[in-house]
Structure formats: C-alpha cells, structure tokens
C-alpha cells in the first residue's frame, strides 16, 4: 500500500534534480537513495548502532569511521534544523545573551560571548 510522505522543499529539489539527471522519475529516485542508504547500514565497513550510541553519548565520535562519522555529523546538524520548541526558546534565550553556536543558511555560525 503506497504511503505519502512530506519532504522539505530544498530536499525535493535535490531529488529532483538527481532524478533528471539519472533518468529516473521522483520516487524512483528515492526508492534508489532508501536502497543505498539500507546498505550502507547493514555494511560491514559502518555501524548505524554505533553512530546511534554516539549520537546518545554513550560513545566517542572519535571511536567512529570516517563514514560513521559523517553519518553522525548529518545527524547532529538534522536535529539542530529540527528541534523542539523549548529548544528553540533556549538558543534565543542564549542569542539574545551574546552566547551560543548555530546553523545560518546551512553554514555553521558562532556567536561571540559578551566583552569580559
């Protein structure tokens, strides 16, 4: 049974542009992305649990691959896209009071401190 799913606007263009240029249609091309993907979790060379514990702390990010870590990278800035709203009522608290870190146009930005 087909399901529909919401997929941000930067995400489909992303996807749409694949898509065109592998000739395949949209959700070909995410059915092709779902394969890769659920190979690369199930591969030997990288550890989806591994980067779930790290993502919980419960493991360095330096005990990670280099492919485990760029998993663990993707994930922290998803969930920095994607917080609660008392998270985000926290980061203004913080950037209201000169203090924090956080993503602008997909790009990492840090805030400086108040003048000691």
């Given at each position: 049974m087909a399901k529909t799913i919401k997929i941000d606007d930067e995400l489909m263009e992303v996807i749409g542009r694949e898509a065109e240029m592998m000739s395949r249609s949209l959700a070909g091309q995410v059915r092709h992305w779902v394969r890769i993907?659920?190979?690369i979790e199930k591969s030997r060379f990288f550890d989806q649990s591994r980067v779930v514990e790290a993502l919980s702390g419960k493991l360095s990010p330096d005990a990670l691959t280099a492919g485990e870590q760029e998993a663990y990278i993707d994930n922290l800035f998803d969930a920095a896209r994607s917080g609660t709203?008392?998270?985000?009522?926290?980061?203004?608290?913080?950037?209201?009071?000169?203090l924090g870190a956080g993503l602008r146009d997909g790009e990492i930005r840090k805030e400086s401190g108040p003048a000691d």
């Open positions: 993907g659920m190979s709203v008392e998270q985000g009522k926290f980061f203004a608290t913080r950037k209201a009071d000169g």
